[in-house]
Nanobody, 120 residues
Framework: VQLQASGGGLVQAGGYLTLSCAASGVIFGINSMGWFRQAPGKQRELVARVTSYGSPTYADSTQGRFNVSRDLAKNTVTLEMNRLEQEDTAVYYC???????????????WGQGTLVTVSS
């Protein structure tokens, strides 16, 4: 399984960006697709994700500003980020959580990370 993310960049505070991620390869039972981020000196944290049933989950800090969506047919996930703040500066990672035959639990796959920088 491979995840290819795109859409990061530099934006001024108050602006917007859209991140996209496409999953390819042999994909079994999808549990969720979404985005995490890691700022310098901090742990990786959830930004937003969509479950296999289509239910979105957001971090408190992104609720109301970000919108996550999935295209089941294309195995893609998109993150629309609005009213960006300097605190949103981080490397954003696409995540695919699946259940695979013969392997216990939920397996996480990660994209290569895309940098989002929000300037003042």
């Amino acid at each position: 399984v491979q995840l290819q993310a795109s859409g990061g960049g530099l934006v001024q505070a108050g602006g917007y960006l859209t991140l996209s991620c496409a999953a390819s390869g042999v994909i079994f039972g999808i549990n969720s697709m979404g985005w995490f981020r890691q700022a310098p000196g901090k742990q990786r944290e959830l930004v937003a994700r969509v479950t296999s049933y289509g239910s979105p989950t957001y971090a408190d800090s992104t609720q109301g500003r970000f919108n996550v969506s999935r295209d089941l047919a294309k195995n893609t996930v998109t993150l629309e980020m609005n009213r960006l703040e300097q605190e949103d500066t981080a490397v954003y990672y696409c995540n695919l959580a699946v259940v695979e035959p013969g392997r216990p639990g939920i397996i996480d796959y990660w994209g290569q990370g895309t940098l989002v920088t929000v300037s003042s």
